[in-house]
């Protein structure tokens, strides 16, 4: 079913336990491999375990299992609309929010319905539509999840969109709430991966938004909490590490170097993205890479050999992406 079609209605036959726990497992496996796997294999898998569960649907389903088939249909939406954009297609990501948002009110989880916004926040905030990431990740307050991290990480989001709009106290108490929501953790014993924003992920963000803040002490706490994401993430197990978050804790240190002049401190961390991400590029990591590209041409250092070396490198990485993989894909 595409995306943008209206969800099916249930009525009471078949679509029993054994299937749908199938599907869930399905859905909860990739769900937790997510972060440190292709992602275009795993959109193509969510998209027929997704075909699936609507089909199921679109049958008739007995009252008791028709909840559960939404929430595993929105679970796959949902990390649809990651991996679109994770494949540089915003517009199927958003088209994927809208109907995960729908199944979950379809299955009456809150905890769906949080994670849901705050990935719309997301896609928003990379689109340059940072009112909309903040009104998003506003709204995703009013689904309070009960468990795990979704409440963090909206928190998070917001600040980042109230910094990149110049707001420092709106970012200030969105991460305080941010810090307030960690410490309520109660843990979902569900699928981790992807529906998961770790301590090291939340130093991240609060580095994001202190770069964006700037200021002599703005540019100190971004250096200060990319560092300790760095070192959060280099814990992780080399299989299981999370690599486009850490290439983009990375990026981060290297855009506070970039503006402390340090042309090889900066190079340093873009060397290692670059080695990192080519088996695993996401469109973040590749906007990232571009506006630290357009940030080295209004460095005072721009002539530089080693900024322009730099430059280069971050062309060459970024060109080579080419065309999304979704595109001409059914949605």
């Known amino acids: 079913m595409p995306a943008t079609e209206p969800l099916p209605t249930t009525r009471p036959r078949h ?6 726990d199938r599907v869930r497992a399905d859905v ?20 027929d375990l997704r075909d699936r569960a609507f089909k199921v649907l679109e049958r008739r389903v007995p009252a008791e299992h028709a909840r559960d088939w939404f929430h595993t249909a929105g679970l ?8 679109a954009f994770d494949l540089g297609h915003p517009l199927a990501a958003e088209a994927q929010a809208r109907t995960a948002f729908q199944c979950a009110e379809q299955a009456g989880d809150n905890a769906l319905r949080c994670w849901i916004r705050g990935t719309q ?12 990431a903040v009104e998003l990740a506003r709204d995703g307050r009013h689904h309070p999840p009960g468990s795990g991290t979704a409440a963090v990480r909206l928190a998070a989001l917001e600040a980042r969109a109230h910094a990149r709009l110049g707001d420092a106290h709106a970012a200030e108490r969105a991460l305080t709430r941010a810090e307030q929501a960690r410490e309520e953790v109660v843990d979902t014993g569900g699928p981790a991966g992807l529906l998961e924003f770790p301590v ?11 770069l964006w ?34 290439c983009l804790a990375r990026l981060d240190l290297a855009a506070v170097r970039l503006r402390g002049r340090d042309l090889e401190g900066a190079a340093e961390q873009v060397d290692l993205v670059l080695a990192a991400a080519t088996s695993r590029r996401t469109e973040a990591v590749l906007r990232r890479l571009r506006r630290l590209g357009k940030a080295l ?28 993989p979704l595109v001409g894909q059914p949605l």
């Open 76 to 83: 796959a939406c949902a990390a649809m609309a990651n991996a």
């Open 28 to 47: 909860a496996r990739i769900i937790e491999s997510y972060p440190h796997e292709r992602v275009f294999p795993l959109y193509v898998e969510l998209r």
């Open 121 to 132: 926040s997301l896609v928003a905030y990379w689109e340059d539509r940072c009112r909309d």
């Open 213 to 246: 803040l700037g200021g002599q002490v703005g540019l100190a706490r971004a250096e200060r909490d990319a560092i300790t994401a760095i070192a959060g993430y280099a814990q992780e197990l080399e299989p299981h590490r999370r690599v486009g978050e850490l």
């Open 15 to 20: 679509g029993g336990p054994q299937n749908l």
């Open 297 to 324: 041409e209004r460095t005072p250092l721009q002539a530089a050999p080693a900024a322009v070396q730099l430059r280069d490198k971050i062309g060459s990485f970024c060109a080579a992406q080419g065309v999304s």
């Open 200 to 210: 090291a992920k939340q130093y991240a963000y609060a580095s994001s938004t202190a």
